[in-house]
């Protein structure tokens, strides 16, 4: 298995919802990486999780809650959106921190 | 500042005919450069990676290129086919801990 797995693949949720956004894969890889990106932009960096452990958080708001359960799992748990948060999120991972990214297809996420 | 400028911005070609995008940087320390294929709405897809001690190196019809004196690297594309619509990211990581820093991309149309 090469791949990561993002899913859903399309997500509208209201500005009062909870929900969440996972990723997998089965490569190995100790590092996984969230991505915020909106149309037409590169993709922005939100969180690295670096052997379960949360390394890097790009002053993200507190709306935006990652979880790493295990070494496969990465999770986004969103509360309270505003539609300005409605983007391309995608998931990556490497085998260690900053080598070899693969990418997840993303989760097209609409905030109304 | 650490920065990744990509040209053209947006590319329209023939189908069957060839074309080279270019990326120029400046990052500081480098570790390596990565061209993706990102199709809208897509997760970006890697298509090749290199160091710096690498030249060129080939994936299919597509051969990246890299000059690590100039900090200029090139994605040539042979015999275009529609499937290769897509807009094309030059990536560099940075040091050690590899943090990307992501060019805004070339969106490139192949037609008929």
């Known amino acids: 298995d090469t791949e990561v797995t993002q899913t859903p693949k399309h997500l509208v949720m209201g500005m009062t919802n909870k929900k969440s956004l996972k990723c997998e894969q089965h490569m190995g890889h100790r590092a996984m990486y969230w991505y915020k990106q909106k149309a037409k932009k590169p993709p922005e960096l939100m969180f690295v999780?670096?052997?379960?452990?949360?390394?890097i958080n790009e002053s993200v708001p507190s709306r935006f809650s990652p979880e790493c359960p295990n070494s496969s799992l990465l999770n986004l748990h969103l509360h309270a959106l505003q539609p300005e948060d409605s983007a391309l999120y995608l998931c990556a991972s490497s085998p260690t921190p900053g080598s070899g990214y693969t990418f997840g297809s993303g989760t097209r996420l609409t905030v109304v | 500042k650490n920065q990744v400028e990509q040209s053209p911005q947006s590319l329209i070609i023939l189908e069957g005919k060839n074309c080279t995008l270019q990326?120029?940087?400046?990052?500081?320390?480098?570790?390596?450069l990565r061209w993706y294929k990102q199709d809208t709405g897509r997760g970006p897809v890697s298509l090749t990676i290199?160091?710096?001690?690498?030249n060129t190196k080939s994936n299919g019809r597509y051969t990246a290129t890299l000059d690590a004196d100039t900090k200029q690297s090139s994605l040539h594309i042979t015999a275009s086919q529609l499937s290769d619509s897509a807009s094309y990211i030059c990536?560099?990581?940075?040091?050690?801990?590899?943090?990307?820093?992501f060019g805004k991309g070339t969106k490139l149309s192949v037609k008929p």
């Open positions: 990326c120029n940087y400046t990052v500081s320390p480098f570790s390596n």
């Open positions: 990536v560099v990581s940075l040091g050690s801990q590899g943090n990307l820093i």
């Open positions: 999780y670096s052997y379960e452990k949360l390394s």
């Open positions: 290199m160091t710096f001690s690498e």
